[in-house]
């Protein structure tokens, strides 16, 4: 499982935090479509991204460029980013 990564996915909008596998070669642009359509498929009014949803550093707020894969971020098992 070296190429995949399980990361927490803190959206401080809704207060949750999900799990979520990712394969480190997937691009910041791809992961955040797919929370988008993860969220928005829930039907429910906690937290409905919009277009200008991001990534982020949970420690820094730095925000995650879209083109970068999830594998050169400095992430490891565990981490937490955060999707505003």
Do not use: Q, W
Request: aromatic share 8%; proline share 2%; hydrophobic share 40%.
């Amino acid at each position: 499982m070296k190429d995949k990564l399980l990361l927490n996915i803190y959206v401080p909008a809704a207060g949750k935090t999900i799990e979520i596998r990712v394969e480190r070669s997937m691009h910041v642009k791809g992961l955040n479509k797919l929370l988008s359509d993860y969220f928005t498929g829930l039907g429910n009014s906690e937290f409905i991204p919009e277009d200008s949803a991001v990534l982020c550093d949970s420690g820094t707020g730095e925000v995650y460029r879209g083109e970068s894969c999830v594998g050169a971020l400095g992430l490891k098992n565990g981490s937490t980013i955060l999707f505003i």
